[in-house]
């Protein structure tokens, strides 16, 4: 959500920059820009539209100078244009600022401002802080230039509420920045006589591997040689620099048409890694040392709620089932949203787990923070592992499973399955799972990298099917048990990148109001294993084909043979326990996504009005 990118050092700004943003495009596409100085002053280039096209303007007119901030943003206020396009500046259009969050108390800066005779261009809750920071400066008597660009950050800092990533520089200030972050993520990447900023480190990665992960209420200035750290208080800390672990190669596209294409076909690899290590096969039983919990602790559990947003709330609906299945401890999922909100009686014994891939999502951090507020043990279950949930849970269980470039999550949902099936295992075998039962899913999870593979090679089948529904006006997802959480899956990705308005549903419901809407161009998708569900999902596809509606059924080579001649197209997935078939029935609906998203032209890697971490509430 927003993308920030900064740079201090000796090389031109104006391509680094770019190159950072193109990585960072996932977070906000709407609008992008740069501010580099250089001894005549800040020069700007911004404009609506993609990086490709503030690249186009900066290829017209380069600038050069070897500091600089820039920014793709995903709006929140203000019109997408190239007025409201970052960075903003103050009064004196010497602050350039870019911003990643919200100002929610911007109203009455702005009108204090407007008092003082500040006069704004844009509609920006941005602009407004630039404007204050700046205020702040020119009234700073002082002839140290960088500390009062600090002291005047931290300032305005204090008296704003609401969520920021933010990078800053003034004209009168050579080769410094200043960072600050709350709520929403900046990383200091250190180099050797540079030094960068960045909403995230694959925006950096291709020029140093280390990294210091700031904390909310850090504060950091930042220059060639150097950088320190404080806080928005003014104390000093210990910070650590971490290495990266991924390499740029690791979030290239390689031959793939899309990331999206590629982070499907990764997982039997990323399946793989999210078990690796995990799996406990003299006992029976899983090995998670990252929930930091003892044996008796983990006994004591009589509750797991289940929390995210978008996907990974869906597979925390998955997970319900599964925890409710393998260990019989009472499970529920909710909206992240909802939960930090709402007033949920809990007993003490309850244990949380916040889902997030990106560890950011604000909705999925603002749960967590409730939960743990109110004393409850919370755990993460993310993939990003420096970011703010991941640092902010007591314990947690990282996925594994590389980086997810792609808006439209796939690789993160299997691998958070497969990790809540550990989850379930682990309680169960500390209940009542048989050592049989538990060696039996420790079979069957080793079996899925495999039939994953196996599952990748209906892609052309399934870009044929995709091919015969172009036209239609919709789609309906129904599933059972297990598989329903994947109808709702498999509806969330056909309408995040084909546009489609789709669905998804227990199939049961078809019959208490959805039926009205069958009709022959608005195909079902049937997720439909042949498991102990079966035979009541046959009769609800019968009640879709009775009335003309086409059926597309996900199921199994058992359950193919009795769809003959009623579902119009057959998609047959590998056999596995009840518990592990949303990990295999859920690839073909990515794939039907995708494919058909690209029969529709559509922007796969960056469908519209979305963002690939969604940093605001
Ligand atoms: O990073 P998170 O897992 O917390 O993200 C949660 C949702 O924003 C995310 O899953 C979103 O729904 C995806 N675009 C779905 O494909």
Known sequence: MCGIVGYVGRSEAAPILLDGLKRLEYRGYDSAGVAIVNGEGVQTRKCAGRIAALSKLMAQKPPSGSFGISHTRWATHGKVNDTNAHPHFDQSGKLALVHNGV?????????????????FETETDTEVLAHLIGSIY??????????????????????????????????????FIVGARRGSPLVLGVGRDENFLASDVSAIVAHTRDAVYLNDFDLVAVERDKFEISSIDGETGEHQINKVEFTSEDIS??????????????QPDSVRDAMRGRLNTEECTAKLGG????????????RVVLTGCGTALHAGGVGEYLIEQLASVPTEVEFASEFRHRNTPMTRDTLVFAISQSGETADTLGALRESRRKGYRTLGICNNVASTIARESDGGVYMHAGPEIGVAATKSFTSQVVILTLIGLLLGRM?????AEGSRLIEALEALPDQI???????????????????VSGMLFFGRQFNYPIALEGALKMKEITYLYAEGHPSAELKHGIIALVRPDLPSIFVAP??????????????????????????????AKQLKGIANDVIVVPDAPDTLMPILTVIPLQLLAYHLAVGLGRDVDKPRNLAKSVTVE
């Open 291 to 302: 929930l930091n919990m003892t044996a008796a602790e983990l006994r004591d559990v009589g």
């Open 431 to 435: 209940r009542n799972l048989s050592t």
């Open 138 to 175: 020119d009234k700073i008597d002082n002839n140290d230039s960088k500390g009062r660009l600090v002291n005047a950050t931290r300032e305005a800092l204090k008296q704003v509420i609401g969520t920021y990533g933010i990078a800053l520089l003034h004209a009168d200030v050579p080769d």
């Open 453 to 471: 593979e196996d599952t990748l090679k209906l892609s052309d089948h399934i870009k044929s099917i995709a091919n015969k529904y172009v036209d």
């Open 103 to 119: 100002i929610e108390n911007y109203g009455a800066l702005k009108a204090q401002l407007v008092e003082q005779g500040h006069t």
């Open 253 to 266: 596209k390689g031959d793939y048409a899309h990331y999206m294409l590629k982070e499907i076909f990764e």
């Open 530 to 559: 042949d498991d102990g569900v079966f035979s009541k999902n046959l009769n609800n596809i019968e009640q879709v084909k009775a009335r003309k509606g086409p059926i597309i059924a996900v199921t199994t080579q058992s359950g």
